[in-house]
């Protein structure tokens, strides 16, 4: 059975920093993008980072852009996001899965599925 957890959320001050870790069973990571989407109370769901697994490509919503940092570990079947400099717009459920780059005829624009449980991440003072 496909199954991914996440972990590495929790209350941090902003300006502060955290290492969300996508540790996957079932399945072997290496022929899959992986990314985070993000879902915060009342809002939509926003992607907030897709790696590619053939190139390293990696891919960052602007409002996260400069700030997070994706990467991925196959030997450990492990993803990784850096969250660095968080804001309070940042809170909200993170959840880790496959994610999908498609062109839209103008844009590319990617989609998530197969995604984990979630951990929740609080920037407050």
């Known amino acids: 059975q496909v199954q991914l957890v996440e972990s590495g959320g929790g ?4 300006g502060g920093s955290l290492r969300l870790s996508c540790a996957a069973s079932g399945y072997t990571l290496d022929y899959y993008d992986m990314g985070y989407f993000r879902q915060a109370p009342g809002k939509e769901r926003e992607g907030v980072s897709c790696i590619s697994s053939r190139d390293g ?22 993803v990784y996001l850096q969250m660095n400099s968080l804001k309070p ?3 909200a459920v993170y959840y880790c899965a496959t994610c999908r780059r498609y062109y839209t005829g103008s844009d590319y624009k990617y989609e998530y599925d197969s995604w984990g449980q979630g951990t929740q991440v609080t920037v407050s003072s």
């Open 11 to 14: 209350l941090v001050q902003p």
């Open 57 to 78: 490509r990696t891919y960052y919503a602007d409002s996260v852009k400069g700030r997070f940092t994706i990467s991925r570990d196959n030997a450990k079947n492990t």
């Open 89 to 91: 717009e940042d809170t």
